[in-house]
């Protein structure tokens, strides 16, 4: 079993709809040390693939991105989310339905900060459909760059998101293999 998992088990909650709730040290509240050693086991996954930029969506990657951000001493690209219909030229967009929110966002960044030169590992808290990271490997590719890979800290393997981005050719890294979530419990790929 990984830390993150053990820490789940000890600490996550599991809501009504399928949501894991582990606020209390990754997205809401932030254990920076604990999600610092997250950050260094994506590391030494990714190190040899020449990452230059690490790409993620607000709000809730942000903490695991810039703490992951540091050991490959790159930038973080912070993929905003907008409910305007008049995207601007100097963007570049696609539209993300959100599974925690049921509502559809357009994400975007702008075109300064996202080029050909690019090899981006994309970073967030969660992987479930898989919607969030679809959305931004698309961002990748309208620039020209390069998807490395995904590193999710948690992945809801049963909802699918792990392997459409495998069918799509993408290393898909995850620090906890969530099989299924039943009456409360949950329980992990290796189980
Ligand atoms: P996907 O787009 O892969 O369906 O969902 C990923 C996004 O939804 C992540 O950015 C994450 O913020 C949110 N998300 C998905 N499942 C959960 C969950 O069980 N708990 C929390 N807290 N967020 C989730």
Do not use: W
């Amino acid at each position: 079993m990984t830390i993150l998992e053990e820490k789940i088990l000890k600490e996550g909650k599991v809501l009504d709809g399928g949501i894991l709730k582990v606020d209390g040290f990754l997205n809401h509240r932030v254990d920076v040390a604990f999600s610092a050693l997250l950050g260094k086991e994506i590391y030494n996954h990714f190190k040899d693939c020449g990452i230059n930029k690490i790409l993620t969506v607000e709000a809730s990657g942000i903490g695991l991105a810039c703490l992951t951000a540091q050991f490959f001493n790159c930038p973080v690209l912070i993929a905003k989310k907008s409910k305007s219909l008049n995207i601007s030229s100097d963007v570049y967009s696609a539209k993300v339905y959100s599974f925690t929110h049921k509502t559809e966002n357009t994400v975007l960044v702008s075109k300064e900060y996202l080029d050909a030169n690019d090899k981006v590992l994309i970073v967030d808290d969660f992987l479930a459909n898989g919607n969030a990271c679809v959305g931004l490997v698309e961002l990748v590719k309208q620039a020209g760059g390069e998807v490395k890979g995904v590193s999710c800290a948690i992945e809801k393997t049963h909802q699918g998101g792990h392997q459409r981005l495998v069918d799509m050719g993408i290393d898909v890294y995850s620090l906890a293999r969530i099989k299924d979530m039943v009456d409360g419990k949950v329980y992990f790929m290796e189980d």
